[in-house]
């Protein structure tokens, strides 16, 4: 025993003084005997072969290895979900500020694109106060007419097209195309405006005698009833009518207008009546075969007459079957800016309906730049006859006809102006007179009489209006 017991002492201080190199074992030996044995490291493995381990040890190890997997298993969840969350978290908030950024950079181009509109406006009020304010302060000066040949040469008996009945269908263009260019005449393919000196003249404000039914001298013009002001600069000039004699599918209500600014003017637009063009709301619209020139042309009998932009010829275009009925070259007569009232816009040729019929106000270079008046058949455009009068077209506003009489106006821009001469083509006798007349809107390009209503109807710087009128009893 003593022996066993300095043994196992030897072996604790062994053990204790090489804690690191070797190990102490107690176990039951199974005979009533306990069995010590201890280790000791050695060079090699194989040199000291032990016993397999005891099953404590292999359950204790067995516990630490699964314990061990809990908790590696554990730490890198949490390191898996905590990198999970962070990653979603990260790709949410990028997503949120491309969406922001994507809403950023469209709300400033809409916010360039509404800049933009607003300067396109600023500037076209500008221009718009600029010619105003241009058209109040120039000084007027009269345009003398372009010297010309006294023979108009590109007129040729028989050399235009054939004299009635020609009909043309829409996109065709028939008749002589040497109009096109007169040798006498060269002007720029712009739109053209002149300026006149004019004189106001005080008048009394005649009243006159109640309606008539007969024909008589104008003695009385109302003040200006404004119907409908166009939507765009291209309504600034144009001519508005209506039929007095209209025919099936449109009835004498029916309105038609055509606005007149531009190179190639073919739209005609048709209203049922006063109210709808009010409005602004057309029922037809057609397309001319051919450009409109100026603002000479009018309604009658179911067709519109009108000037082919560009030359002397005169096209009748019948409404119901939505085509050129006839055409005809105006004898001599001057176009494109040759002979046209005082405010320009080529009105060389400006064509007027009254109770006697279908007429023409234009000049010529034989009368210098008098006005020509001549009466035509409104079925073939022939001239039934010809009468020249004292006054000089250019020095005139605007002109219509009343009762086979010609009237012409003073000034397009005077807000207070006068009807200044008449012509009667029964007695060939012209008269200054002195019946006033407002312009009201101060650029009246247009005015024409409509025999059926008895009213003058007149487009006033973008303004379509119409005048009341009274007539003298006849002598």
Not at 49 to 65: D, Q
Not at 79 to 108: F, H
Not at 314 to 325: K, P, Q, V
Not at 383 to 407: P, Q
Request: proline share 5%; glycine share 8%; with cysteine.
């Amino acid at each position: 025993m003593r022996f066993l017991a300095v043994l196992c002492v030897s072996c604790l201080l062994v053990g204790t003084q090489a804690q690191s190199s070797a190990s102490f074992r107690r176990a039951n030996a199974g005979n009533g005997r306990c069995q010590y044995s201890f280790t000791v490291d050695s060079p090699t493995e194989a040199s000291c072969p032990s016993s397999g381990s005891s099953p404590e040890m292999e359950a204790l190890k067995s516990r630490l290895g699964l314990l061990e997997a809990l908790v590696a298993r554990l730490v890198g969840g949490e390191a898996v979900s905590e990198s999970s969350a962070g990653s979603r978290s990260q790709s949410g908030l990028q997503d949120a500020y491309n969406q922001v950024m994507g809403e950023k950079a469209q709300i400033q181009r809409e916010k360039q694109r509404l800049e933009k509109q607003v300067q396109d406006l600023q500037q076209r009020m500008e221009e718009l106060r600029q010619e105003a304010e241009r058209l109040r302060s120039r000084p007027c000066t009269q345009k003398p007419p372009p010297r010309v040949s006294e023979i108009d040469s590109s007129f040729k008996p028989g050399s235009g097209p054939a004299l009635s009945h020609l009909v043309s269908r829409p996109g065709n263009t028939q008749g002589d195309t040497s109009s096109l260019r007169d040798p006498a005449w060269h002007s720029s393919s712009g739109y053209q405006e002149l300026t006149a000196v004019v004189t106001e003249v005080s008048a009394p404000n005649l009243e006159g005698p109640a309606d008539i039914s007969g024909c008589g001298d104008l003695v009385w013009v109302d003040q200006p009833e404004m119907h409908r002001k166009a939507d765009s600069i291209a309504g600034k000039y144009g001519v508005w009518m209506q039929d007095p004699e209209a025919k099936e599918p449109y009835g004498p209500e029916m309105v038609w207008r055509i606005d007149a600014v531009g190179s190639e003017v073919r739209q005609l637009f048709g209203y049922e009546n006063m109210d709808q063009l009010s409005r602004g709301f057309p029922t037809k619209v057609l397309l001319l075969p051919e450009s409109v020139e100026s603002t000479g042309a009018t309604m009658y009998r179911g067709s519109l007459y009108y000037q082919r932009r560009l030359s002397r010829t005169l096209l009748r275009y019948d409404l119901l079957s939505e085509s050129i009925a006839a055409r005809r070259d105006l004898p001599h007569a001057g176009f494109h800016g040759q002979f046209p009232y005082s405010w320009g816009g080529y009105t060389d040729i400006d064509l007027a309906i009254d109770e006697n019929g279908l007429w023409a106000i234009y000049s010529t270079n034989k009368v210098k730049g008098a006005i020509v008046l001549s009466q035509l058949d409104p079925h073939n455009l022939e001239v039934k006859g010809t009468w020249e009068t004292k006054i000089r077209k250019t020095s005139v506003a605007n002109a219509f006809m009343i009762c086979g009489k010609l009237y012409t106006v003073a000034s397009y821009i005077l807000p207070n102006t006068t009807i200044n001469y008449m012509y009667d083509t029964a007695t060939s006798q012209g008269k200054t007179i002195s019946v006033p007349f407002k312009n009201r809107y101060r650029y009246n390009s247009m005015v024409d009489y409509n025999p059926g209503q008895r009213k003058l109807q007149a487009w006033d710087n973008y303004y379509i209006v119409s005048y009341k009128v009274r007539l003298g009893k006849q002598l």
